[in-house]
Nanobody
Framework: QVQLVESGGGLVQPGGSLRLSCAAS????????MGWYRQAPGKQRELVAT???????TYAASVKGRFTIARDNAKNTLYLQMNSLKPDDTAVYYC???????????WGQGTQVTVSS
């Protein structure tokens, strides 16, 4: 059973930075997509960034150039470096792993990011 635990959220002023971490435990298939999603109050969950098992990254247009997704395979950890944060980035951020061969979806519990002065 795959478990994902996010950390690193908090309150930050506009223009500030945060780094989210997602520690993965359990056995993950070799072909996967890992990603960060977010959900603001009253809105649907949306994709922020993904990275494939081959290292290909994608970003939502709203965060491109400000956020960077990365993974450390040795630590089984996924990261999201968030710079130049805006109030619109306020949301609960979720870590996700999708195993393509098995069509299995795994989610973390989420971490709150609040951007406010």
């Amino acid at each position: 059973q795959v478990q994902l635990v996010e950390s690193g959220g908090g309150l930050v002023q506009p223009g500030g930075s945060l780094r989210l971490s997602c520690a993965a435990s359990g056995s993950i298939d070799s072909i996967y997509v890992m990603g960060w999603y977010r959900q603001a109050p009253g809105k649907q969950r949306e994709l922020v960034a993904t990275i494939t098992s081959g290292g290909i990254t994608t970003y939502a247009a709203s965060v491109k150039g400000r956020f960077t997704i990365a993974r450390d395979n040795a630590k089984n950890t996924l990261y999201l470096q968030m710079n130049s944060l805006k109030p619109d980035d306020t949301a609960v951020y979720y870590c996700n792993v999708y195993e393509l061969n098995w069509s299995r979806d795994h989610w973390g519990q989420g971490t709150q990011v609040t951007v406010s002065s």
